[in-house]
């Protein structure tokens, strides 16, 4: 059974104070691994997909990089608008996506 | 560009009742999954269709069910509501079936009282 997990559960920043977030997975196969982004009541929100260990991808604020057990989300110079909670899901050999359960990450001005 | 379309946006269920839910995929793509969202976890898989046919099975109860229609739309029915069953809905559409980028909806709040 595919595994994801998260840390920390939850990260208060102040804005400026850069930071990661971590997703260690567990899976046999891995076809790729997506980082989502998601406001409180609303469906989640697609950053990254990264397929293969060494890939990195940024956008904006954020830099996405993958290991052959785990990814971690940068986030630089963060921004209170950044506040969301931040969630790691992989694929294997098979149709659905996996998801860890996610790190909410709160931005201060 | 219209994004992946649920409805209703809320809903109120009394248990042992039963509800359908509604997607419509972003133009173009061909694959449907369904998945549920409980308060504080991440999204678990329920269903995936893709040209009709039902491709994966999360490990959900024989009370959910789905289908996918010519349009590439779909409905996700879910029969004698249980509380447990309170969650986010969520539907995503992908181009095909696997390592493509899934795009979710807003999604359908449920609660069952």
């Known amino acids: 059974e595919d595994q994801v997990t998260q840390s920390p559960e939850a990260l208060r920043l102040q804005e400026g104070e850069s930071s990661s977030l971590n997703c260690s997975y567990t899976?046999?196969?891995?076809?790729?691994l997506f980082w989502y982004r998601q406001d409180p009541g609303k469906g989640p929100e697609f950053l990254f997909t990264l397929y293969s260990a060494g890939e990195e991808k940024e956008k904006e604020r954020l830099k996405a990089t993958l290991t052959k057990k785990e990814s971690f989300l940068h986030i630089t110079a963060p921004k209170p608008e950044d506040s969301a909670t931040y969630l790691c899901?992989?694929?294997?050999?098979?149709?659905?996506?996996?998801f860890g359960a996610g790190t909410t990450v709160t931005v201060r001005a | 560009d219209a994004g992946v379309t649920q409805s209703p946006t809320h809903l109120i269920k009394t248990r042992g009742q039963q509800v359908t839910l509604r997607c419509s995929p972003i133009s173009g793509h061909k694959s449907v999954s369904w998945y549920q969202q409980v308060l504080g976890q991440g999204p678990q898989f329920i269903f995936q269709?893709?040209?009709?046919?039902?491709?994966g099975r999360g490990n959900f109860p024989d009370r959910f069910s789905a289908r996918q229609f010519p349009n590439y739309s779909s409905e996700l029915n879910v029969n004698a509501l249980l509380l447990g069953d309170s969650a986010l809905y969520l539907c995503a559409s992908r181009i095909g079936t696997q390592n493509t980028e899934a795009f979710f909806g807003q999604g359908t709040r449920l609660t069952v009282v």
């Open positions: 899976v046999s196969g891995l076809r790729g």
């Open positions: 899901a992989v694929q294997a050999n098979d149709y659905k996506l996996s």
């Open positions: 269709y893709y040209e009709k046919e039902e491709r």
